[in-house]
């Protein structure tokens, strides 16, 4: 897969401060030299050479992701200047785009939800689980919690699409976090495992964190409700496993296609990596003078792009890889051996893998099972094959 999406950061800064943030209180404090903003001008060489991007390797879907920072503290119509590039740039060439907003939750207001709704920009919160374990991370620069306000927003203001980023904690207890997301009536979750290395990663939280997502899954799947929120960690091993999905950055058998745009048009490999050492996704790729092609020549870049295939010995011999991909590439992080190593997560990625698979075979009919586990292999080595739609289909009205 080429280069398909764009988190693009459009401002650096942020109006708060949680404690784990990568770009302002991990290993990493590059953002100290990027432009608080995005320029219209940046923005303008940007959407011209995706555009060239894409024709040259066939991309006829590009996701833009509007990220920070805060992008909130940027001018509204920073917005509306940038879908006109993209109308013009991707629309005006036949390449169709959709467009994200990720946002902390604390700046939404009833005007920016009618101003992103009526420009197609979809929203995507982060809210790390109930308010006692948010507060404790998630905090301003004040050091008091964020949770009332974006609980408050997201309750009153109606949002037609709402995503949720959740990064676990191991003290979470699935019912109430669970309860949250029903409350919140959540489109989407994507729960996060904290950005962890071999030096940082506690043992001992192992049994919390296989708990919580067990307590998730069986909630999700026993959740008759047909509005119920689609939490992307399980709904990605049933997609891996029946081989109708390839996965994303986190998991899977997918080429990891996502380029992280600063606020100054550097091209760089995807941001979370700041986790494990300063320096370590800079690049020399920029908007400015190059194509978005020449990423390819930046080791750093090229090494997350093929994450799911470049994989330690471990991962080669693991019968779990073809789901899990090895994991999501900063989790693989010491300082003796870079990132030869499986994630930190591996054994509750083992786990639950494990269950998922348990559940499937018990549910689904024996030809089921025996087909899912034949195309699976099949699958590993002509990448996934998606035309048999009638898999997950037929699996999501046995088990989910
Ligand atoms: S909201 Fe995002 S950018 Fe802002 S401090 Fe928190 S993690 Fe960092
Ligand atoms: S991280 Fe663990 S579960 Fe994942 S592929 Fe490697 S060995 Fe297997």
Redesign the pocket.
Known sequence: MPINTYVIKIASR?N???TY?Y??NLEDSSYKKQPRFMSNDTMEVLCRKIATYSRQSGVKNVIIVFH???PLLVNPSFFTATKALLDEHLKGQGIYYSMTLQT?GTLLTEAWIDFLDKHEIDIGV?IDGTKDIHDQF?IYKSGKGSFDEIYRNLKMLSIKKLGLITVLNPEEQAPDLYALYKDLKVGLVNTLLPLHTFETYKQEDEQKFIALLEGLYRLWKEDHDQGKPLLLFFYSILGLKAGIYEGHEQMGITKCGSLIVETNGDLETVDTLKSCKSGITASSINIHKNEIADIFMEENISLYYHSHQHLCTTCQQCDKRHICGGGYLPHRYSKVNGFNNPSVYCNLIKHMIGLVEEDMKNTASEELWNRINQENEAALEKSAYFNDFYLLESFKTEVA
Do not use: K, P, V
Request: charged share 15%; net charge neutral; hydrophobic share 15%.
């Open positions: 942020c708060i401060n949680c943030c770009m302002y920070g920072g805060e902390n982060t998630r």
